[in-house]
């Protein structure tokens, strides 16, 4: 019953105008920075590099498809929670809107398994959306700019991985990445089982995801108390499967908080919408 | 008057000991000894050790062709000093420069004359350099040089007799002040601002390490110039 009532919610998704914006926005963008990095790339990287320059020659293509991606992922990720609320907002609320939510109450189906099928249908959703990014930026990237060793530049160190030591790490940061943005999904269909109106969900979401950014970003005591409790926290931890050696201990710190979010927003969902009084 | 009979010695034994080792002579072998390399074709191991940078040891190959052409070719991305790569003193000799014999050294039980060179063209960065010279075999073993605005590095050397019959490096290892002004900014967005601060005790510089090993020498057998176009290579 689950899968059919997964299915039928993907069928609402994908037929909505509002799904392809995503896809879209990422379609377009991630060319343009693409041809901003073929224009302007070994620019910005001997301006990253200058100070290793002055001492040293840097031989090989630094400029290439892994690197490219990862600088796309890491610009995007702060981006694309604003592509998911749009549409997992829509998730219940759009019922409540379109004056489907009786109806839907009516057949045999529990409210339970009308839930989960939503929160599955919008995490497939989410998935499709980061693994489109990464066939955007990755493949298209490395078709573009060709292969090489990837140079991750963190605050504390340089490192170099090298080319067969690269993809089982994008591979496992487009996953985080999918989970981290599963949260942003909850979250959203969390606020849309509270309004009939997919609008203030999308801005909640985003309202929520920017004020604990900047809780994140301020260097307070008192705030550095709630930050390991906040999702946003981990949203970039993605940046942990490329670090050398692996900080496993980080990396399954951030999965268990951002799984626990999805648990929480998920009962809370559930919570609300078996209480919800159906009137329209 | 402690002072001018001071002065008055020192000067006396500096001349003394200038005209007994005179560094021009010995500096004009080294330049001499190397002049006889027209080119060569190297294989090199290369090993960093620098406290910032995570990498795993790389080859390269170099090329060398008189006076002053170099080209590095490496499957991936290699990191190599610029300062002695070549290992050659043309670039310090060939310029004014100003030099004093300092003394008598040991390194590796080889006698060496330590001599002071300083340039006195502007088109380099080195403000003093330290040679230690092999005397009998006319190479350098080792360089200490202070560069501005880069600080202090040095040059240790061991070298093998070519299949050719020249003396050339076989290892190198050339130690440099790093700090972290040579960590790149930017580009990492959101940055861990606890990873930030446990590295600002390492703002003080710090010595980094290159290792390099040679092999497989090929000495004087002509090298094309189009290896070191660096256009071609690209394509």
Same mark, same amino acid.
């Given at each position: 019953m689950i899968f059919t009532l997964t299915k039928i919610e993907l069928l609402k998704i994908f037929r909505?105008? +509002?799904?392809?914006i995503g896809f879209i926005a990422i379609g377009l963008l991630v060319p343009l920075l693409h041809l901003a990095m073929y224009l302007e790339g070994q620019r910005s990287l001997e301006l990253v590099t200058r100070g290793l320059r002055d001492s040293f020659i840097l031989v090989g293509n630094l400029l290439n498809g892994y690197w490219i991606s990862y600088i796309i992922l890491n610009a995007l990720t702060i981006h694309i929670p604003f592509l998911i609320a749009l549409v997992a907002a829509d998730l219940l609320a759009g019922e409540a809107t379109a004056g489907t939510y009786r109806l839907l109450i009516t057949r045999t189906v529990s409210r339970m398994q009308i839930v989960t099928s939503k929160f599955i249908a919008g995490i497939i959703y989410t998935i499709s959306l980061v693994l489109f990014l990464a066939i955007m930026s990755l493949l298209v990237g490395l078709l573009i700019f060709g292969t090489g060793e990837l140079i991750v530049m963190r605050p504390d160190a340089i490192i170099v991985f090298e080319k067969t030591d690269i993809i089982w790490r994008f591979i496992l940061a487009y996953s985080f990445a999918s989970l981290s943005m599963s949260v942003v999904c909850s979250l959203a269909i969390l606020f849309s089982s &509270?309004? #009939? *109106?997919?609008i203030g969900p999308i801005v909640s979401t985003m309202a929520v995801i920017i004020i604990f950014v900047i809780i994140s970003a301020f260097d307070v005591e008192i705030l550095k108390a709630i930050r390991p409790y906040l999702f946003t926290n981990y949203? &970039? *931890?993605? +940046? #942990?499967?490329?670090? *050398?050696?692996?900080?496993t201990g980080e990396i399954i710190k951030a999965v268990t908080v951002l799984c626990a979010h999805i648990l929480v927003f998920f009962t809370a969902t559930l919570w609300i919408f078996q209480k919800k009084d159906i009137l329209s | 008057m402690i002072k001018y009979i001071i002065t008055i010695l020192l000067t006396f034994s500096f001349n003394y000991f200038s005209q007994v080792n005179k560094p021009e002579p010995i500096l004009e072998k080294v330049k001499e000894e190397f002049n006889k390399i027209e080119d060569y074709q190297v294989d090199v191991k290369i090993k960093v050790d620098i406290f910032f940078l995570k990498m795993s040891d790389r080859e390269a190959i170099i090329y060398y062709k008189r006076p002053d052409k170099f080209h590095i070719k490496s499957e991936g991305f290699a990191l190599l000093p610029k300062e002695g790569l070549n290992f050659s003193p043309l670039e310090l000799l060939n310029s004014k420069y100003t030099a004093f014999y300092e003394k008598e050294d040991t390194i590796k039980g080889i006698i060496t004359a330590v001599i002071k060179v300083i340039p006195?063209?502007?088109?380099?960065? !080195?403000i003093l350099s330290t040679l230690w010279i092999d005397t009998k075999r006319n190479l350098i073993m080792k360089v200490e040089s202070s560069r501005k605005p880069s600080g202090n590095f040095s040059i240790d050397l061991d070298y093998l007799k070519t299949s050719e019959g020249y003396f050339l490096p076989s290892s190198m290892m050339f130690t440099f002040s790093v700090d972290r002004s040579m960590l790149p900014k930017g580009f990492? !967005?959101?940055?861990?601002s606890e990873s930030v601060k446990t590295s600002t005790d390492s703002k003080k510089p710090k010595n980094g390490t290159v290792y390099l090993e040679y092999s497989n020498y090929k000495v004087n057998k002509g090298i094309s110039d189009e290896v070191f176009d660096e256009k071609l290579d690209k394509k």
């Open positions: 909505k105008w +509002r799904t392809y &509270l309004v #009939e *109106n997919a949203i &970039l *931890n993605w +940046r #942990e499967f490329f670090g *050398n050696p692996l900080d | 006195l063209e502007g088109g380099t960065d !080195i990492d !967005i959101g940055n861990d």
